[in-house]
Nanobody
Framework: QVQLVESGGGLVQAGGSLRLSCTASGLTFSRYNMGWFRQAPGKEREFVARIRWSGDSTDYADSVKGRFTIARDNAKNTVYLQMNSLKPEDTAIYYC????????????WGQGTQVTVSS
């Protein structure tokens, strides 16, 4: 079955950086668009970034544009989220997701990784 496993979360001070990874199995990774989402305590899950299957198109939430970068390595079945200039409001559980379509429909999800940014 499809499995998405996130890693790389942790505790970091404001202004610091983290790189999240999400490794996929059970699907043909190079055919799937990949996305990152996050959910802060008491808030709805929100879109962070997405990358097309080919890697040639990306999209970001306004709140992270210029600070976060999504990238993928199809040879390693892995998508990354480089997060720089982190702010306390970036604190959330971060999830990766996979979809055959570059849309809002994401059928496959990982279990999430916690990112905590201290002020």
């Amino acid at each position: 079955q499809v499995q998405l496993v996130e890693s790389g979360g942790g505790l970091v001070q404001a202004g610091g950086s983290l790189r999240l990874s999400c490794t996929a199995s059970g699907l043909t990774f190079s055919r799937y668009n990949m996305g990152w989402f996050r959910q802060a305590p008491g808030k709805e899950r929100e879109f962070v970034a997405r990358i097309r299957w080919s890697g040639d198109s990306t999209d970001y939430a306004d709140s992270v544009k210029g600070r976060f970068t999504i990238a993928r390595d199809n040879a390693k079945n892995t998508v990354y989220l480089q997060m720089n200039s982190l702010k306390p409001e970036d604190t959330a559980i971060y999830y990766c997701a996979a979809s055959l379509f570059f849309t809002t429909d994401w059928p496959y999800w990982g279990q999430g990784t916690q990112v905590t940014v201290s002020s």
